[in-house]
């Protein structure tokens, strides 16, 4: 009967998880795996190989947590496979059959989805170059289910915990109902609550057991004791006799077998961790070469920069004279040498060219006045300063390189025309964002216009603007007319004007008003209300004369 096996390894420091990454995507060398095989290995979610570390951090933050223990286990590896006998091999080359994209690795990364969450499974990694064919999956532990505190659920409802999703009685149920899913392979749970250990602590017990003194006491010889039947007295009958010396015959022979089988069982734990400690010596050795390999590798390495470095130190003390040279001729009026005025050049086209590309990038956003495109050249290492003819020049300080201002044409045009088209940009997007604020208030009234001619609802909308109203949305619809989607606040003092163009535009020929009762009687209203207070203090004043 072959068996389900998964086991579970907490993550809890970035550097446990680079070891786990190096396994499974062997960029280190594994003793235990075939590199002719390494190609039937497949990574199933990870397929950037990015870090595991990364990969949790990144998950953990989703979770927007209040507080992150730093020794928080953020990740955990968990092991599937199934007894060697399980997977099945090839009669012609005798090695195991390929099983990428098979129903059992399929099954097992669904088991995986289903039980933690399909975004909580960061990796899930497929190795067939070693014995035994298995998967390496890295689980962020988050549980979807609060925590409860004194009997009561409290807290998010999604929260990191190794603790409490792989407790001694999850990974229980985990084994249960991992052999569950397999159960279609022919595979079964082993026994629950069994004291098997893993290997690795067999070894360790066995390790105890080498020192000399300890192996001197496990080859020391059974000592024979003899057996001998004893005489029979003259009172006991023959048959009572023979019966009680064969009892105690037997009683002695199975206690010097127990004893012999006793040491066979040690000597065999002895010698099983010797195999154990020479295939360690031999990844040791192995690893011990590999460093090795890496020291030369870097002392190769780093000769070479040394010589680098010397043949830069050199370079730099050339250019030191030469700078010192050029210092002198400028200092003497002379002319710059041909080369090194090509080079100026360049410079000069350089630094202008990273200019207009900062002054371009500050012209993509809003804008208030030209004072910002001063302050992005500032912070970027250029500053401006007029001479004494009046003109402008930018210069930078790096590299003291310096051009007329109006030189600078980002995007390839003039530098003021680009600047106030900017600014009026950017005056437009606000004067937009209060249209919409007004349309989008509950409180405002509202009015659609529509125009059969483009031209004269130009002329409308400008009324409406100039009049205090917002124009917060100008359509030209299919049969070529446009509407303007018009509202307003009511405000006394500019409820007069617009009501005088709203009735302006119901008498217009071509001209079509779309207002809603309300907003048409709250209008009115408060426009007759304001003329008759107007008529009140002019009869005041009559009366007063």
């Given at each position: ?5 998964i086991?579970?390894t ?6 446990q ?7 499974n995507?062997?960029t280190?060398e594994?003793p ?7 190609h ?5 979610v ?5 870090s ?6 990144e ?10 223990r ?6 955990v ?8 006998e ?7 080359t005798?090695?195991?059959t390929?099983?990428r ?27 067939q ?5 298995h ?6 532990p988050?549980?979807q ?6 009997g009561e ?10 603790r ?11 084994q249960?109902?991992?052999a569950?899913?397999?159960?279609p392979y ?12 893993h ?5 360790y017990y ?7 003194q ?6 020391a ?11 029979k ?11 009680r010396?064969l ?6 022979a199975?206690?010097q077998l ?5 040491k066979?069982?040690?000597?065999a734990?002895i010698?099983?961790a ?5 295939d ?18 870097t ?8 010589q680098?470095?010397?043949a830069?130190t050199?370079?730099?003390g050339t250019l030191?004279?030469r ?8 200092a003497?009026?002379?002319a ?11 410079q ?13 990038t ?6 208030k006045?030209?004072?910002?495109v ?19 020049f930018?210069?930078e ?15 390839g045009?003039?530098?003021h ?5 900017a ?10 964002q ?8 509950p ?5 659609t216009?529509?125009v ?16 205090g109203?917002?124009?917060?949305q ?12 018009v509202?307003?606040?009511?405000e006394w003092?500019?409820?007069p ?33 304001l003329?008759?207070d107007r ?11």
């Amino acid at each position: 009967m072959a068996y389900a096996i998964i086991r579970v390894t907490k993550i809890a420091s970035r550097e446990q998880a680079q070891s786990v990454a190096h396994h499974n995507y062997r960029t280190q060398e594994t003793p235990n795996a075939d590199p002719a095989l390494r190609h039937l290995n497949q990574e199933l979610v990870n397929h950037e190989q990015r870090s595991y570390w990364d990969l949790a951090n990144e998950r953990i933050a989703e979770l927007q947590l209040l507080r992150l223990r730093k020794d928080a286990v953020r990740a955990v590896e968990i092991l599937l496979t199934a007894s060697e006998e399980r997977f099945a091999k090839d009669p012609a080359t005798g090695r195991k059959t390929d099983i990428r994209d098979s129903p059992w690795v399929k099954d097992n990364l669904d088991f995986l989805r289903k039980r933690y969450g399909a975004e909580n499974v960061i990796g899930c990694m497929l190795h067939q170059d070693e014995s035994t064919p298995h998967l390496h999956a890295i689980v962020v532990p988050v549980m979807q289910e609060q925590r409860l505190h004194n009997g009561e659920k409290v807290g998010p409802n999604e929260r990191l915990s190794a603790r409490d999703l792989f407790s001694p009685a999850a990974l229980r149920q985990l084994q249960t109902d991992y052999a569950q899913a397999m159960a279609p392979y022919g595979l079964k749970r082993g026994i629950e609550r069994s004291t098997a250990i893993h290997q690795d602590v067999r070894r360790y017990y066995g390790a105890q057991k080498t020192s000399q003194q300890q192996l001197a006491k496990a080859v020391a010889p059974v000592v024979h004791t003899p057996l001998e039947v004893g005489k029979k007295a003259w009172y006991v009958d023959s048959g009572v006799h023979l019966q009680r010396e064969l009892e105690r015959l037997n009683q002695q022979a199975a206690q010097q077998l127990a004893e012999a089988n006793a040491k066979l069982a040690e000597l065999a734990t002895i010698a099983t961790a010797n195999v154990l400690a020479q295939d360690r010596v031999r990844v040791l050795e192995k690893q011990l070469a590999t460093s090795k390999q890496r020291e030369q590798q870097t002392a190769a390495t780093l000769q070479h920069k040394t010589q680098e470095l010397t043949a830069k130190t050199e370079e730099v003390g050339t250019l030191r004279e030469r700078f010192h040279r050029l210092i002198v001729q400028t200092a003497q009026s002379e002319a710059l040498a041909p080369d090194l005025a090509e080079w100026a050049g360049k410079q000069q086209a350089y630094s202008q060219r990273r200019a207009e590309q900062v002054v371009a990038t500050v012209l993509q956003g809003p804008i208030k006045d030209v004072g910002e495109v001063d302050q992005a050249l500032r912070e970027n290492g250029y500053t401006i300063h007029q001479t004494k003819e009046k003109s402008f020049f930018v210069r930078e300080a790096k590299t003291a390189v310096q051009f007329p201002l109006d030189h600078l044409r980002p995007n390839g045009q003039p530098l003021h025309e680009q600047v106030q088209f900017a600014i009026e940009r950017t005056r437009e997007e606000q004067r937009q964002q209060e249209r919409l604020r007004v349309a989008r208030d509950p409180r405002s009234l509202k009015a659609t216009i529509t125009v059969v001619d483009a031209e004269r609802a130009e002329r409308i909308r400008i009324a409406f603007e100039d009049a205090g109203a917002s124009v917060w949305q100008v359509q030209t619809l299919d049969d070529q007319r446009t509407s303007l989607s018009v509202a307003y606040r009511f405000e006394w003092e500019k409820l007069p004007k617009i009501s005088a163009v709203l009735d302006k535009a119901h008498r217009s020929e071509g001209v079509a008003v779309e207002e809603s009762y309300d907003a048409q009687s709250t209008r009115t209203g408060a426009v007759r209300t304001l003329l008759q207070d107007r008529q009140g203090r002019s009869r005041e004043r009559g009366l007063s004369m």
